[in-house]
């Protein structure tokens, strides 16, 4: 018998001109404990270009991961019409 691998899934980040970039940067660093300069690469990357794919993995994981970004809530710098990262999970290219 052959063990088959589950494919990987994408957590995306969705661009966001709601919370501040630093409130993101924390977020990520928070919630995947990359350094700093690869939290504002992909958070520029995610401003830039829509979204970004900020990891990568086992579906069940990369669906935690998401729970995690969206119960970090809004930022709390901003004083209206704050809401949590867009993020979602998609099968990794």
């Known amino acids: 018998t052959k063990t088959r691998r589950q494919p990987p899934y994408a957590v995306i980040l ?3 001109d ?5 409130f993101v940067v924390g977020v990520l660093r928070k919630v995947f404990g990359y ?5 504002v690469e992909l958070m520029l990357e995610a401003h830039q ?3 970004a794919a900020v990891w990568v993995g086992a579906l069940e994981v990369a669906e935690l991961k998401a729970d995690q970004i ?11 019409g704050g809401h949590p990262l ?3 999970v998609e ?3």
């Open 18 to 22: 709601k919370n501040s970039m630093e």
């Open 35 to 39: 350094t700093v300069e690869k939290c």
């Open 14 to 16: 969705h661009n966001d």
């Open 86 to 88: 867009g993020v979602s």
């Open 70 to 80: 969206r119960s970090c809530g809004a930022d709390p710098h901003v004083t209206k």
């Open 91 to 93: 099968p990794a290219a």
């Open 49 to 51: 270009k829509g979204k």
